[in-house]
């Protein structure tokens, strides 16, 4: 389940923007500034992609390729041929065709390089021929029994499920590199609610959840236990409850902190001298 999400806004004549929903993603916004959740989630306002972004969608989508050849066909060599035709798919939006000035760029050949170095990185981490996936980037849209009868919507994409002799598994590739101390509680709350979306969604609890840390190749695993996803649910519910008080009147203040060097809506924020742009209403419903 990628943590990557876009916000962009239907044009004219399109249907209307789906009501938001709680994503590890969006959840950790809100947690951390209820006002970046707002202008992600609600206004969906553009954010430009950056070059590892789009690394990481590129690494993605060629692994995702890769489990729809038969197992002899995973080859290292299969992955790093789809790695062209993946970055045309790509190319084809033009905020990421501006990140270079075309394949001439000295640049574009080096960030592919570092593309392809983290295709290497994942089979020296598994097999991809002894695995048994049985979905691939998949949505999963689930919904969590809430406090006084109000469901709280579950979203995310799954990067792999296996269902095999060894158990049903989540398997989540990160292009970045392994979390540092004091960042592991980031961690176990996506693998957390990984864990229960699958639950919810199949009525079983997975037997382990990984994390291959395509950067250092790292491996992180964890086994959860149905009591402490129930838990779990119930944080999620307290963060979903937060969010709905907050919406009819926009209450979606900033809150400061180190992420805040690198926010794309800086210039936008009150705690920087910014005005943030008119409240929208929560989508669906009246403002």
């Given at each position: 389940?990628?943590?990557?999400?876009?916000?962009?806004?239907?044009?004219?004549?399109?249907?209307?923007?789906?009501?938001?929903?709680?994503?590890?993603?969006?959840?950790?916004?809100?947690?951390?500034?209820?006002?970046?959740?707002?202008?992600?989630?609600?206004?969906?306002?553009?954010?430009?992609?950056?070059?590892?972004?789009?690394?990481?969608?590129?690494?993605?989508?060629?692994?995702?390729?890769?489990?729809?050849?038969?197992?002899?066909?995973?080859?290292?060599?299969?992955?790093?041929?789809?790695?062209?035709?993946?970055?045309?798919?790509l190319a084809a939006?033009?905020?990421?065709?501006?990140?270079?000035?075309?394949?001439?760029?000295?640049?574009?050949?080096?960030?592919?390089?570092?593309?392809?170095?983290?295709?290497?990185?994942?089979?020296?981490?598994?097999?991809?021929?002894?695995?048994?996936?049985?979905?691939?980037?998949?949505?999963?849209?689930?919904?969590?029994?809430?406090?006084?009868?109000?469901?709280?919507?579950?979203?995310?994409?799954?990067?792999?499920?296996?269902?095999?002799?060894?158990?049903?598994?989540?398997?989540?590739?990160?292009?970045?590199?392994?979390?540092?101390?004091?960042?592991?509680?980031?961690?176990?709350?996506?693998?957390?609610?990984?864990?229960?979306?699958?639950?919810?969604?199949?009525?079983?609890?997975?037997?382990?959840?990984?994390?291959?840390?395509?950067?250092?190749?790292?491996?992180?695993?964890?086994?959860?236990?149905?009591?402490?996803?129930?838990?779990?649910?119930?944080?999620?519910?307290?963060?979903?409850?937060?969010?709905?008080?907050?919406?009819?009147?926009?209450?979606?203040?900033?809150?400061?902190?180190?992420?805040?060097?690198?926010?794309?809506?800086?210039?936008?924020?009150?705690?920087w001298g910014g005005?943030?742009?008119?409240?929208?209403?929560?989508?669906?419903?009246?403002?």
């Amino acid at each position: 389940m990628t943590g990557t999400e876009t916000t962009t806004r239907g044009g004219a004549g399109e249907a209307p923007p789906r009501p938001p929903a709680l994503s590890p993603s969006r959840a950790a916004d809100f947690r951390r500034c209820p006002l970046l959740y707002r202008l992600r989630a609600v206004d969906r306002l553009p954010e430009a992609p950056s070059r590892a972004q789009v690394r990481g969608t590129l690494v993605h989508a060629v692994l995702e390729r890769l489990f729809a050849l038969g197992p002899a066909e995973r080859t290292p060599g299969a992955a790093h041929a789809l790695l062209g035709p993946c970055w045309d798919a790509l190319a084809a939006d033009p905020a990421v065709a501006a990140l270079f000035d075309g394949p001439a760029d000295p640049g574009f050949a080096v960030w592919l390089d570092s593309a392809a170095a983290l295709l290497d990185t994942y089979f020296a981490l598994e097999d991809p021929s002894a695995v048994t996936a049985t979905a691939v980037e998949t949505r999963v849209e689930v919904e969590l029994p809430g406090s006084g009868g109000a469901a709280v919507p579950l979203r995310g994409i799954l990067d792999r499920l296996d269902d095999g002799p060894d158990g049903l598994r989540v398997v989540d590739y990160k292009t970045g590199a392994t979390p540092g101390e004091g960042y592991e509680s980031g961690v176990l709350f996506q693998l957390k609610f990984y864990a229960l979306a699958v639950l919810l969604a199949r009525g079983r609890v997975p037997d382990e959840l990984r994390l291959l840390y395509l950067s250092d190749g790292t491996a992180l695993t964890y086994r959860p236990d149905a009591g402490e996803l129930h838990r779990f649910g119930r944080l999620l519910d307290a963060v979903w409850a937060a969010i709905r008080r907050a919406a009819p009147a926009g209450d979606f203040p900033p809150r400061t902190g180190p992420a805040c060097r690198h926010c794309d809506h800086r210039d936008r924020c009150p705690a920087w001298g910014g005005t943030p742009p008119p409240y929208p209403g929560w989508p669906g419903e009246a403002a």
